[in-house]
């Protein structure tokens, strides 16, 4: 079994729509949650960052983490085609040392 | 200019070479990572350099190596390429030390055949 789990896609979806991406993970020790986007050719960015359970919100996107389900999303809403690109989950922990694993991505199209 | 820069972006060597990738960045920050992504597998943990002097193995550390030369500076190097190296390279960034807010490079595209 994988540490962390993430549908690849490719989704797709309609200029205008609500897009939900999510992951799943297996090591309780995490403590920070992120997301990251990838253009095609260029190195992740990050979107969104947050600290142990609960939302936070960030213009159009909200991120999610469940730590009792070991379960994060993110959001994006009126979801535009530029936002077309791959969102890579990540998380990291200092329990135990450091580590820090990324999931696989899903990839996102918005078609205008 | 680009905060975090990657050194060759894309190099196509032989089974058996040893080959440098370099990462420099801008951004004064302690913590330094190398990433390789495949398709389908994601970023995977290289190594990683807390500071100048402290240099850990992450993941997949084996047939990898790496200098910390300067705050700035953080090389990996292949000591002898084999095939199943080729990958999309990533150096990255953080100013904290819990790798939540980390800032990638371009990337270099490594072939080895």
């Known amino acids: 079994q994988k540490e962390v789990e993430q549908d690849p896609g490719p989704l797709s979806v309609p200029e205008g729509a609500i897009v939900s991406l999510n992951c799943t993970y297996s090591n309780s020790a995490f403590q920070y949650f992120m997301w990251y986007r990838q253009y095609s050719r260029k190195g992740p960015e990050l979107l969104m960052y947050t600290y142990s359970s609960g939302n936070k919100e960030d213009g159009r996107f909200t991120a999610q983490v469940d730590k009792s389900s070991k379960y994060i999303s993110l959001f994006i809403r009126d979801s535009q085609p530029s936002d077309s690109a791959t969102y890579l989950c990540?998380?990291?922990?200092?329990?135990?040392?450091?580590?820090?694993?990324f999931g696989a991505g899903t990839r996102l199209f918005v078609k205008a | 200019d680009a905060d975090v820069t990657q050194t060759p972006r894309n190099r196509i060597t032989k089974t058996g070479k040893r080959i440098m990738l370099e990462c420099s960045q801008t951004?004064?920050?302690?913590?330094m990572y190398w990433y390789r992504q495949d398709p389908g597998l994601g970023l995977r943990l290289i190594y990683y350099?807390?500071?100048?002097?402290?240099?850990n193995k992450g993941e997949i550390s084996d047939g990898y190596s790496v200098s910390r030369q300067a705050q700035a500076k953080f090389s990996l190097s292949l000591e002898s390429a084999i095939p199943n190296q080729t990958a999309l390279y990533f150096c990255?960034?953080?100013?904290?030390?819990?790798?939540?807010?980390?800032?990638f490079g371009p990337g270099t595209r490594l072939t080895v055949t």
């Open positions: 350099s807390f500071d100048v002097k402290d240099i």
């Open positions: 990540a998380m990291s922990t200092l329990v135990g040392g450091f580590k820090t694993i």
């Open positions: 990255a960034t953080s100013e904290g030390r819990t790798g939540s807010e980390q800032y």
């Open positions: 951004k004064g920050h302690d913590r």
